[in-house]
T-cell receptor, first 115, second 113 residues
Framework: DGGITQSPKYLFRKEGQNVTLSCEQN?????MYWYRQDPGQGLRLIYY???????QKGDIAEGYSVSREKKESFPLTVTSAQKNPTAFYLC??????????????FGDGTRLSIL | QKEVEQDPGPLSVPEGAIVSLNCTYS??????FMWYRQYSRKGPELLMY????GNKEDGRFTAQVDKSSKYISLFIRDSQPSDSATYLC?????????????FGKGTKLSVKP
């Protein structure tokens, strides 16, 4: 079945540690996104990528980094510079046809906590 | 003012009721509107996707957009306990950056048997 796979489901980070969240899609979508979701907050965009080897910062990019070496994959690294990383992280993808207005489809998220 | 406003609820209804979920938005350039359903500890699932004003129906779900009042609604007929989830509305304008999708904070719905 086509879809978006995020791993791991749960992740724990120690102080000063970088951690990487995986996102893989087999929907043949060009665009991929990372959002952060906190209780009582809407989804906030961290980074997005419209094409391989290119990505743009979203509203809350500080303390995060991404890469887009393959169309199917868009890993997110939460660096030690992100002082409040505890959140639910969601990866999404969309096609870019028809003026780029195709809806986004989401994975089932990774819950990151601080040890 | 937030670009997309949504009452967080919680909203509790008996099984079989008609549910009305609503959002308002401030950016008159928004043309595309989406409703997502999110179960606890899961990612959002696309329910409805509409362009400009008007109604769109899919089974028990109807999405309605009133651009004159900047108001979007999702109606659920014959609500079921399995409809218990958080519903997110979202909006974006035509073209432009792919990162322009704006989400409301979500309304938590509980349908009691």
């Amino acid at each position: 079945d086509g879809g978006i796979t995020q791993s791991p489901k749960y992740l724990f980070r120690k102080e000063g540690q970088n951690v990487t969240l995986s996102c893989e899609q087999n929907l043949n979508h060009d665009a991929m996104y990372w959002y952060r979701q906190d209780p009582g907050q809407g989804l906030r965009l961290i980074y997005y990528s419209q094409i391989v080897n290119d990505f743009q910062k979203g509203d809350i990019a500080e303390g995060y980094s991404v890469s887009r070496e393959k169309k199917e994959s868009f890993p997110l690294t939460v660096t030690s510079a992100q002082k409040n990383p505890t959140a639910f992280y969601l990866c999404a993808s969309s096609s870019t046809g028809t003026g780029g207005n195709q809806p986004q489809h989401f994975g089932d998220g990774t819950r990151l906590s601080i040890l | 003012q937030k670009e997309v406003e949504q009452d967080p609820g919680p909203l509790s209804v008996p099984e079989g009721a008609i549910v009305s979920l609503n959002c308002t938005y401030s950016n008159s350039a928004f043309q595309y509107f989406m409703w997502y359903r999110q179960y606890s500890r899961k990612g959002p699932e696309l329910l409805m996707y509409t362009y400009s004003s008007g109604n769109k129906e899919d089974g028990r779900f109807t999405a309605q957009v009133d651009k004159s009042s900047k108001y979007i609604s999702l109606f659920i007929r014959d609500s079921q306990p399995s409809d218990s989830a958080t519903y997110l509305c979202s909006a974006r304008n035509y073209g432009g950056s792919q990162g322009n999708l704006i989400f409301g904070k979500g309304t938590k719905l509980s349908v009691k048997p």
